[in-house]
């Protein structure tokens, strides 16, 4: 039924949202995380893997192979915030990601395990922040004063 409905509402990622990013492979972090869906506001556990500047989700561990697709993806240099969200979904250990268009919902499993994913998709998202290209860096100690 639930793959019914992504097909329906087009929910499946393209998979140039993730072209050139092996997620199988030595991810910079990945582990379990409780989604809560766009549409239908229903919360649902899945694997997550933070890879190469994308945050990608399969339904569970064994569904992360060479030749799969993720259940969904969100390029973190599109990410404006990454910060606690337990007041807002009354949930302990929740967080919310958001972007120009939509925030999205997780809950870890511990204290712990929130702390650590706000800080590696923080981290993530200074690496592939588009405000500062390699062009437009400047090397200030080498500035004559």
């Known amino acids: 039924?639930?793959?019914?409905?992504?097909?329906?509402?087009?929910?499946?990622?393209?998979?140039?949202?993730?072209?050139?990013?092996?997620?199988?492979?030595?991810p910079e972090r990945a582990g379990?995380?409780?989604k809560q869906g766009d549409y239908i506001k229903t919360w649902r556990r899945r694997w997550f893997v933070l890879k190469r500047g994308k945050l990608l989700w399969f339904?569970?561990?064994?569904?992360?192979?060479r030749t799969s697709a993720p259940r969904g993806v969100v390029s973190v240099d599109l990410c404006l915030t990454i910060k606690g969200a337990e007041d807002i979904v009354k949930k302990a250990f929740a967080f919310e990601l958001s972007t120009r268009d939509s925030t999205l919902y997780f809950?870890?499993?511990?204290?712990?395990?929130?702390?650590?994913?706000?800080?590696?998709?923080?981290?993530?998202?200074v690496q592939h922040s588009r405000s500062v290209t390699d062009s437009e860096v400047v090397d200030?100690?080498?500035?004559?004063r």
Do not use: C, H
């Open 59 to 65: 339904k569970d561990p064994g569904s992360v192979a």
């Open 107 to 125: 809950v870890a499993d511990t204290e712990k395990d929130r702390e650590d994913w706000i800080n590696s998709i923080g981290r993530s998202i």
């Open 32 to 34: 379990w995380l409780t």
């Open 140 to 144: 200030y100690d080498s500035k004559t």
């Open 1 to 26: 039924m639930e793959n019914l409905w992504r097909a329906a509402t087009r929910q499946d990622p393209n998979p140039e949202d993730y072209k050139g990013v092996d997620f199988w492979t030595n």
